[in-house]
Structures are given as C-alpha cells and as structure tokens.
C-alpha cells in the first residue's frame, strides 16, 4: 500500500508542469537570495519572460521552483541583469561583425531584401540596396539570425514603402 502512495504522489508531481508555479502574467519571482528579481511579463510551457526593470529576460520554465516566498529561480537580479547584458552585447557585436557592405539581407519575414551599401557603424549609417531602391537604416534594425543570416527587422512592404517615400521625397 505504502508504495502505491508512492507511485500517486510522484505521478501528481510529474503531471505538474514547471510552468504552472507561474501561471499569472504579474507573478513576482525571487532571486535565490529571497529578493525579488522581477515579475513575469510572458509565458509558454517551455519560457517564462521576466521583467527586471532592466530586461526582459527568457528563463527556461523548468528552472522554476518554489520556495517560501514563491516563485523563483537559482539565482539573483544581478545575475540575471549581467546575463542578459552579455547576451545583448554578443548578439550586438554578431550583428557589428555581420554589417558589411555587399552583405545580403532578408526581411523579417525571411523575404530576400537586398543587400548592404554603404556601412558606416560610427555614424549608425547602413544603406539597404533593395529592389525597391536604397533605404537608410539604423544598427538597430538588423539581428543575425540563429541560421547566422543578417536580417532587416523590416518587412518587404516597408522596405518598398520607404524607398517610394525617398524617391518621391528627393
């Protein structure tokens, strides 16, 4: 009988998905030292997003327990300020790295967008040569992808819409 117990307690436990220890958008967690690090902003079964007031921060669900204050996870807003600050300047440097004239460029659809002109990263300059004709855009517009494409954070339509708007402008 007593491992009967055993085997319904340890199936409630394991029907338990982590996520469900953040259900409500709003929720604060804790750091691992009891102090608040933020409050979820979004979730999915796989990914709860914490607001830092700095970042907005990607945690894995199942990094999330329970402890006596609440929700948490093993670690602290430092940690995870400095963390997400890392991987920002990484991905920053990857884009950096990525913008070179004659690079090609998709839209953030995937779309073929054109490709780079003139690159100026000092004066945040970047001349897109679409099919459209040339747009101007700032760093800020571009990511590397996870397939290491550089990508315009722009659809197509707008891509065109703004080199009609320069043609027409000037």
Do not use: C, W
């Not at 093993?74 to 950096?96: F, G, S």
């Not at 707008?158 to 009609?164: D, T």
Request: aromatic share 2%; no cysteine.
């Amino acid at each position: 009988m007593k491992s009967v117990k055993l085997v319904l307690i340890a199936a409630v436990f394991a029907a338990t998905p982590a996520v469900a220890l953040a259900q409500d958008v709003g929720a604060t967690i804790y750091g691992n030292d009891g102090n608040p690090i933020g409050t979820v902003e979004q979730k999915t079964e796989q990914v709860v997003v914490i607001n830092t007031g700095k970042h907005k921060a990607p945690i894995p669900a199942n990094l999330l327990f329970e402890n006596d204050k609440g929700h948490a996870v093993n670690a602290t807003k430092a940690q995870v300020d400095a963390m997400m600050d890392q991987q920002l300047a990484a991905a920053e440097a990857k884009r950096d790295a990525a913008l070179v004239a004659g690079a090609a460029v998709v839209s953030v659809n995937g779309n073929p967008a054109g490709t780079l002109g003139a690159v100026d990263l000092a004066a945040d300059e970047i001349t897109l040569e679409s099919p459209d004709g040339p747009i101007l855009l700032k760093k800020e517009y571009f990511v590397v992808d996870d397939d290491g494409q550089l990508k315009a954070l722009v659809t197509r339509d707008q891509i065109a819409n703004a080199a009609a708007s320069r043609k027409a402008g000037g």
